[in-house]
Structures are given as C-alpha cells and as structure tokens.
C-alpha cells in the first residue's frame, strides 16, 4: 500500500481483495472458453464482457496518459495494450465466426 500511497485501513484491504476477485473472476470465465469460438450467439457474452472491460480500461487510461509524471512508459504500453485488445475484441464482436 505504501507504492500506491494509500493509507492501508479495512476499506482498501475490502476494495482489493473484490478487485481482485472480480479479475481472477474474469480470468476463469475466459479460460473456461478458451477452446471455443468467440462470437456468435453463446460466446457473444464473452465478447462483449472482454470488450468492456478493455474498452474502458483503455479510454480511462487515454485519459490519463498525458497528466501522468512517474512511471510514463508503463502507462503508455499499457495504454497501447489496452487499445489494441479493444480493437480485437470489438473485431470479434462485430463479425460472426467462421
């Protein structure tokens, strides 16, 4: 908590420790449909939920590319990781799979 520079108390502990499940979460839901097609009428929920989180992750950190001082080049490759998996996941929501 002291590289974040957040004071450590039970609310912070409570907010990512749910952040943290929300992600691993999200993490099984996509392995668990690693072996199947992305798109169509049963994986479109996959899709989507990746869009979104990509998506906003990527216009949240857009936003905050030019006012950030330490540690530029992380938010910026990760920016462009994000924007870039955006892109894909809004490919394979838009297109039907073959």
């Not at 798109?39 to 936003?63: D, R, S, T």
């Not at 080049?73 to 838009?94: G, K």
């Amino acid at each position: 908590m002291e590289y974040l520079t957040v004071e450590s108390n039970i609310i912070t502990i409570l907010f990512l420790k749910l952040l943290s499940a929300l992600y691993l979460g999200f993490g099984i839901l996509n392995w668990m449909a690693k072996g199947t097609l992305l798109g169509g009428i049963y994986n479109k929920p996959i899709a989507i939920g990746n869009l979104m989180h990509f998506g906003v992750g990527a216009i949240a950190l857009i936003k905050i590319v030019s006012n950030v001082q330490t540690h530029r080049e992380i938010i910026i490759s990760l920016t462009v990781v994000y924007v870039i998996y955006a892109i894909l996941f809004a490919f394979i929501f838009r297109t039907n799979p073959a």
